[in-house]
């Protein structure tokens, strides 16, 4: 029988930035791309924002692979099943590592928006180091089961908390819905908005351009 063991060490990783953080930056943004997809790729559903009022954060999942039997496209995964809590850690800790180089000043308005399996990972890094963003936007994703109210007591009355999906959402059934929004009901009450947009498992450009203003 084999034995399974652990062993620490350093790793580097990166990630991708869109626009400059200035005096004039009015949004802050850290954004968490879905499974199959590049930061690089990712930011660019940002492109369209103001740049000189906003500031984007586009970590990157750590687990890459091809995507095609040609080998020609690379996505990225955050987490899978298989060794979750300590995956779930190294992230976290690589997520701070980025937090901490970029948001060197007041941040004056913090967005926080996971995407897909980026909804794990962006309520996994708020709850659990007690990040006070402004707004929180569950876009098209999956709350984790493991999230309790008692994580998000923290965040102050005036945070904005957007449960996102597409009517025509192919990964999203009607029990899907009802499930997640009485997750998000339980978790942050009267803070959860649900905003339904015209479209299927896709990022909403026209509500990021409506939240940026």
Same mark, same amino acid.
């Given at each position: #029988? ?10 580097? +990783? ?6 400059? &953080?200035?005096? %004039?930056?009015? *949004?802050?943004? #850290? !954004? ?7 930061? =690089? ?8 924002? *103001?740049?000189?009022? *906003? ?8 687990? =890459? ?6 080998? %020609? ?16 850690? +190294? ?7 980025? &937090?901490?180089?970029?948001?060197? +000043? ?30 929180? !936007? ?6 984790? *089961? ?9 965040? =102050?009355?005036? !945070? ?22 009485? =997750?998000? $009901? ?10 339904? &947009? ?8 026209? &509500?990021?351009?409506?939240? $940026?203003?």
């Amino acid at each position: #029988m084999s034995t399974q063991k652990e062993v620490s060490y350093n790793t580097t +990783n990166t990630y991708h930035t869109l626009n400059k &953080f200035t005096k %004039k930056t009015k *949004n802050v943004w #850290m !954004v968490f791309h879905g499974m199959g997809y590049l930061s =690089k790729y990712f930011i660019n559903y940002f492109s369209e924002l *103001n740049a000189i009022e *906003n500031y984007i954060i586009a970590p990157q999942a750590p687990s =890459k692979y091809y995507q095609d039997k040609a080998f %020609k496209h690379v996505g990225a995964s955050w987490l899978t099943r298989e060794n979750t809590l300590v995956e779930t850690q +190294n992230i976290l800790n690589y997520i701070d590592a980025v &937090f901490e180089k970029e948001i060197f +000043n007041s941040v004056p308005n913090l967005i926080v928006l996971g995407y897909s399996q980026g909804v794990s990972i962006a309520t996994r890094w708020v709850a659990s180091r007690k990040i006070q963003c402004d707004t929180l !936007v569950l876009h098209s994703g999956g709350i984790p *089961n493991e999230l309790k109210p008692a994580d998000f007591e923290f965040l =102050k009355p005036s !945070v904005k908390v957007i449960y996102l999906y597409g009517n025509r959402d192919q990964y999203i059934t009607e029990a899907r819905k009802t499930e997640e929004q009485l =997750k998000g $009901s339980k978790l942050f009450k009267d803070r959860l908005n649900i905003e339904v &947009f015209d479209g299927v498992h896709e990022v909403s450009r026209e &509500f990021l351009l409506k939240l $940026s203003k």
